[in-house]
């Protein structure tokens, strides 16, 4: 079993509000803060794995590292 995340690119909120968890009203989601959170899991264990479906966000996350 591999864990995912799939996240709808402008489903019902725009993709930075998604990307950033803005909008809080219509519903609570970062994409930013999962992908942080695996990120560091990750790099913990190398043997663990993940799968991100949605690859604007994960192109998103990766131009704003350092």
Same mark, same amino acid.
């Given at each position: $079993?591999?864990?995912? +995340?799939?996240?709808? $690119?402008? !489903? ?5 509000? =998604? =990307?950033?968890?803005? @909008? ?5 989601? +970062?994409?930013? *803060? *999962? #992908?942080?959170?695996? *990120?560091?899991?990750?790099?913990? @264990? ?11 966000? #994960?192109? $998103? !996350? !990766?131009?704003?590292?350092?």
């Amino acid at each position: $079993m591999v864990p995912h +995340s799939h996240d709808d $690119m402008g !489903w019902d909120k725009t993709v930075d509000e =998604y =990307y950033t968890g803005g @909008n809080k009203d219509d519903q609570v989601a +970062s994409v930013q *803060i *999962i #992908l942080d959170g695996v *990120i560091r899991e990750l790099a913990k @264990n190398p043997k663990r794995k993940f799968t991100q479906a949605t690859v604007g966000f #994960l192109q $998103m !996350w !990766w131009e704003r590292q350092d």
